[in-house]
């Protein structure tokens, strides 16, 4: 069984299998989740593609569907390929998703929910787990949430990841549906207390350590998307607060990732695809300003190799140099 005690949330177009290399560094055991994969793209395009990932396991696969038999079909491919998960998105806001009859418009159909879970369990013997927002629109209730979480419980849904806030969808970018509707933790710390054979695990504006300890003080689970795209090595600081193990060093995992880089672009990966992940790394140190903007000019060159990166890092360790003269 996956330990969920500190998860990052799945994240499209940064939670890819290059970033999640970098937050295995970070964190042995950490539960990390992939971008969401829809069931068309699993059963119909290029599954191997989607599918592919490191041994760096625990790793869930995130899918959107709405279609039972689609879903059980990529719920057993993904557990052919080695997932240790298999979540349902159910909190997704965007038109093009809600389209497609997926994400969080699926919180009105509990129902169907339901059957999308029993038809994905009963194909795989992984855990197949919800991840939804508090409501849609105006079914926000605590008692339209708790219906919700008790018709998929009643269906042996046991693993519930809840971004605390509702979703409204229409008006609304994507983007703004993660900031505008208020937070509403109660509704996660009651609805534990609802169910408490369930776990619910704990998602949406969580910053720091502290946050996330207090969030761990009352459920079992938190997962941190945007506050660790940001900055990769707070879930080194989470790892080592919450298993008691020494604070990560940064120089040791960033040469580790070089490494990783150098042996991708060996094997005709380009190098923006990894270095994306790291415009960030160095924020707030000096340099960072000349190192991203170095790396950002210079990295989508078709023949970018590892080079780019050091060149960009030498920013930041000529700084350190210029500090070390003048102290
Ligand atoms: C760039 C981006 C992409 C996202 N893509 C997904 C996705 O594919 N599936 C999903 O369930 N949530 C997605 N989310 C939402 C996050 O998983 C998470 O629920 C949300 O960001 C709130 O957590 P946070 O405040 O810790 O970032 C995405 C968020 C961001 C910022």
Redesign the pocket.
């Known amino acids: 069984m996956p330990d969920r005690t500190l998860s990052v949330?799945?994240?499209?177009?940064?939670t890819d299998r290059h970033f999640r290399y970098l937050l295995r560094l970070m964190s042995p055991h950490a539960m990390l989740y992939t971008?969401?994969v829809t069931t068309g793209a699993l059963t119909h395009g290029q599954a191997d593609n989607f599918l592919a990932h490191h041994a760096d396991e625990p790793v869930g696969l995130?899918v959107?569907g709405s279609d039972p038999e689609q879903l059980a079909l990529s719920a057993k491919l993904c557990e052919q390929a080695g997932y240790q998960e298999i979540?349902l998105?159910v909190?997704?806001p965007s038109d093009r998703v809600q389209t497609g009859g997926i994400g969080a418009c699926l919180m009105a159909t509990p129902a169907l929910v339901a059957t999308c879970f029993q038809a994905m369990q009963a194909r795989v013997s992984i855990p197949v787990t919800i991840?939804s927002r508090i409501g849609i629109d105006d079914l926000d209730s605590y008692t339209h949430f708790s219906d919700f979480i008790g018709t998929l419980y009643t269906a042996g849904c046991r693993i519930f990841i809840v971004?605390a806030r509702k979703a409204i969808l229409s008006g609304l970018s994507?983007?703004d549906n993660?900031e505008i509707p208020p937070l509403k933790y109660d509704y996660v710390y009651q609805i534990q207390k609802e169910f408490p054979e369930a776990d619910f695990i704990l998602?949406?504006?969580?910053?720091t350590t502290d946050h996330a300890l207090a969030g761990l003080s009352k459920l079992p689970g938190v997962?941190?998307?945007?506050?660790?795209?940001q900055n990769p090595f707070l879930l080194g600081e989470l790892e080592s607060s919450i298993y008691t193990t020494a604070q990560p060093d940064k120089d040791a995992i960033i040469r580790r990732y070089r490494d990783y880089m150098a042996s991708q672009l060996s094997q005709g990966t380009r190098l923006k695809y990894m270095t994306r992940h790291l415009l960030g790394l160095y924020l707030g140190q000096p340099g960072a300003r000349a190192y991203r903007r170095f790396l950002s000019e210079n990295m989508f060159a078709e023949t970018a190799g590892i080079d780019v990166f050091d060149k960009a890092c030498g920013y930041i360790s000529s700084h350190h140099n210029e500090r070390a003269t003048l102290c």
Do not use: F, W
Request: charged letters at 20%; proline letters at 6%; one cysteine or more.
């Open positions: 949330a799945p994240m499209m177009g940064c971008e969401m995130q959107g979540n998105n909190g997704c991840k971004h994507p983007k993660r998602n949406g504006g969580i910053k997962m941190l998307g945007r506050a660790i795209y």
